[in-house]
């Protein structure tokens, strides 16, 4: 039997999307994967038809890759089975829309909308058109996170009762323009959606997740604001009922105040810590892209192990990473980033006719929007309304 391929249509080519974009292109058999194969066959710039070919040619696509000057060209594109979106998250809802109106299946970066309504109503759309719809959670896809899930629902670390993930990175708002993504609110901007979500991430994979009939926690929380209103640091509790076990804690922070990692060098110890009865799980920093895991037992046995990301190797010349203005950073020589990982899921679910992820369910998605809704009421943060509406179309 031949390889499944699946045909990418990028929307947008910013940071991410390079990223992204890059990584997917790698060799699937890199990381062991024999049976798929991920094309990209066109990207749609909204600036202008040249930049979506300036961003095909840098990363690699193929020459029969289209280029697009508009999304809906791209929606419309015969050609094209999957679409990611990489739009800030404010424009998530819209750019879906336009997706799945148009019969698409569609991969959204986080945040996966501005509010949980909006969400609702892609999830009812997808139904509809009978389409696959899925959160670029990326980190859940890394086989460093599927060992853990597995850690915890095997019951390694006996009963969980806490869970504790940060995700805070130096980045003074002062430092950034009033139009930035991090601090803007007509972006959706603020830690709580941007990084915020990493920590919420670890926290439901580890106490939601693993659960056999999750419930939806109660929330508390406080936050720090910037002189533009949007939050630059967010602390939230989170009680996890649970059946059998009683209630898990958990607690999920993130800061451009503070750093997770102040040396950048790991001394500060791990970025996400799981306790349960017999030891603790601790994944290294940073919350989005770990490479080390530990479990400490509580009789003094330790279990370390690596992560490595991979990629086409040292001596390869091939480079990927961050590279934006909020301190990116590349990646080694030949190392991938590790955002093939939830690609290959999109494959396998289109391969075998799933409309949504295996690892994270569209039900997941929307109690963490419901949850990040929670703590923006708490704290009074509301954006403009034309981003928070459920209206479509609605130019932004
Ligand atoms: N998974 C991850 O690790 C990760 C990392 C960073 C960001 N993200 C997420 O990915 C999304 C994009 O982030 P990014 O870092 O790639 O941002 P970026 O570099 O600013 O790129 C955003 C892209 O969206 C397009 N766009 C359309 N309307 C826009 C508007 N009104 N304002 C700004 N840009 C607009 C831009 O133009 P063109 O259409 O012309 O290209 C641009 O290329 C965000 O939701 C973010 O949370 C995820």
Not at 193 to 217: E, H, K, M, R, S
Request: aromatic share 8%; charged share 20%.
């Amino acid at each position: 039997m031949g390889k499944f391929q699946l045909k990418w249509g990028m929307l947008a080519t910013g940071g991410i999307a390079e990223t992204f974009g890059r990584d997917i292109l790698l060799n699937p058999e890199t990381r062991g994967i024999q049976d798929i194969e991920h094309v990209i066959v066109a990207a749609a710039a909204s600036s202008s038809q040249s930049r979506a070919r300036a961003f095909l040619d840098k990363i690699g696509a193929p020459e029969s890759a289209v280029a697009y000057g508009t999304y809906k060209e791209l929606a419309q594109d015969p050609n094209v089975d999957i679409i990611y979106i990489s739009t800030p998250h404010s424009h998530h809802y819209q750019h879906c829309m336009l997706c799945l109106e148009a019969g698409k299946n569609v991969l959204c970066e986080k945040a996966f909308t501005t509010n949980a309504e909006q969400l609702k109503v892609l999830i009812q759309k997808a139904k509809e058109k009978n389409v696959f719809l899925m959160e670029a959670a990326w980190t859940r896809y890394f086989p460093l996170s599927l060992y853990v899930r597995r850690q915890i629902e095997s019951g390694v670390i006996g009963t969980v009762y806490r869970t504790f993930a940060d995700l805070s990175m130096l980045s003074p708002p002062e430092s950034l323009p009033d139009s930035h993504r991090l601090v803007s609110p007509n972006l959706a901007g603020g830690v709580l959606l941007d990084t915020g979500i990493y920590a919420l991430t670890w926290v439901f994979q580890t106490l939601f997740t693993t659960q056999p009939n999750p419930v939806a926690p109660a929330v508390l929380s406080t936050l720090r604001k910037n002189r533009l209103g949007t939050d630059e640091q967010v602390s939230i509790l989170l009680t996890f009922p649970r059946e059998k076990d009683g209630d898990a804690h958990g607690i999920a922070t993130a800061s451009v105040r503070t750093s997770t990692d102040p040396d950048e060098r790991g001394t500060a110890g791990p970025a996400v810590r799981i306790q349960g009865s017999k030891g603790e799980i601790q994944v290294s920093r940073p919350a989005f892209r770990p490479t080390k895991t530990r479990i400490i037992f509580t009789d003094g046995k330790v279990e370390e192990k690596d992560w490595p990301q991979p990629g086409p190797g040292l001596g390869s010349g091939w480079y990927n990473g961050f590279r934006n203005e909020v301190g990116g950073v590349m990646d080694q020589e030949g190392e991938g980033h590790g955002m093939f990982w939830e690609a290959d899921e999109c494959a396998f679910a289109l391969r075998d006719g799933r409309k949504q992820s295996q690892h994270h369910t569209l039900a997941e998605s929307l109690v963490v929007m419901q949850v990040m809704d929670l703590v923006r009421a708490q704290n009074s943060i509301r954006f403009p309304e034309e981003i928070e509406t459920t209206d479509y179309p609605v130019a932004i």
